[in-house]
């Protein structure tokens, strides 16, 4: 067995080697003369994705991510390093490569703007020449999944951000790819759309297998989808494990954001959370990320006339600044 077959056929399905993308940008320095730099926005990373894992690939703006994932299908030339997708170096192949992934942007649609929903789809069938029954069963499982079908019919135009986002996942999915990147799937979006999206992506995931790489700013993505995270900081990979462990090396934590039916002192006396913010009948509680916040809920119910709550999670720019100033292990 070759080692492309190993890669495309074992557990290492995305294979990452010292992976490097340095830019050279030209800018004026005086009225006639200009200086060009270097801008390295992906430094020295590896890592290794199995068939069939769902991993979250997070990090500050303008840490990389972007960059990675363009590496990863082709659209971008490594600047040193190896690159492998299913045993495919992207670069050189991409055209192959493109007929096993499906991309997502979240600033970008792949639709076409002025063309109903379906007549997208039906595009995207030509142009992967996916045969009509599996288009058929792919197409009506997205349908059904994303609630697409009072849609199927509007210009791509007339969609909501929601509704597109729900479009363009549907898109990538038809062709049945065996990896899936999704970068920014769910920003913009609304409460429900955001949770529609989750659920469908659990399923594909679950019953088809599809290998996801899951670029977000939002830390309920990670936490509700993948049970693997990698961080990447100033074009370098600074974590690689659970989501636990990320909480615990960069020493976050939640807020549990209480409601009362009143006007009352700081809460005290809940084990593991202290109030850090009151205003009125609303009060803050901290408790460490990598704690359940079930237990503080109880406790807080139990005891304080609670009329709602809500739980925020910490923002990943702290949780990266709290790994660097406690020197968190790669």
Known sequence: MTTGQADAEGADFIVLEGVEKVFRVRRKAGRLRRVTREVRAVDGIGFRVGRGEMVGYIGPNGAGKSTT?????????????????????PSRERARLARRMGVVFGQRTTLWWDLPLRDSYELVRRLYRVP?????????????????????????????????????????????????????????????????????????????????????????????????????????????????????????????????????????GVPGARTVRVEGPRQWLAFPASHSAAPVVAAVAERWPLVDLSVREPDIEDVIARMYTRGAPK
């Open 132 to 268: 009509y029954d599996t288009y058929r069963k792919n197409l009506d499982r997205c349908v059904e999944l994303l609630d697409l079908g009072p849609l199927l019919a509007s210009p791509v135009r007339q969609l909501s951000l929601g509704q597109r986002m729900r479009g363009d996942i549907a898109a990538a999915l038809l062709h049945d790819p065996e990896v899936l990147y999704l970068d920014e799937p769910t920003i913009g979006l609304d409460v429900i759309s955001k949770a529609r999206v989750r659920e469908f992506l659990r399923e594909v995931n679950a019953t088809l297998g599809t290998t996801v790489l899951l670029t977000t700013h939002d830390l309920t993505d990670i936490e509700q989808l993948c049970r693997r995270v990698m961080v990447i900081d100033h074009g370098r990979l600074v974590y690689d494990g659970g989501l636990d462990g990320l909480h615990e090396a960069g020493d976050g934590e939640r807020t549990l954001v209480v409601d009362l039916a009143r006007e009352l002192p700081p809460i005290e």
């Open 69 to 89: 994932v363009k590496m990863l299908t082709g659209i971008l030339v490594p600047s040193a390093g190896r690159i492998r997708v299913a045993g495919i170096e």
